[in-house]
């Protein structure tokens, strides 16, 4: 996933999780908000389910949300993340 401020691009992995596990057929969530909406609501729907997969899912689901109030890593020309001030 590439992230700028609230905007986000989902790499061709990312998204067929993301399809996957939300099991919607719409465009690629192009926000952070728009992102863990869909999640959301595939997480309260694998909730629905009573056998240790969907639990397994729900868990899956939740683990991929995005916390809307961190600010993402930002790198200056040469520096890689695990450098940046």
Known sequence: MIRYN???????ADLALF????????PQPTSIAEYNRRLRVAANAWR???????????????????DEGDEPPVAMAGESLTECH
């Open 19 to 26: 399809a996957t596990l939300t099991g919607q057929d719409l």
């Open 6 to 12: 609230e905007h986000i691009q989902l790499s061709s």
């Open 48 to 66: 629905q389910g009573h056998t240790q997969e969907e639990s397994l899912l729900v868990e899956i689901t939740e683990g991929l949300l995005v």
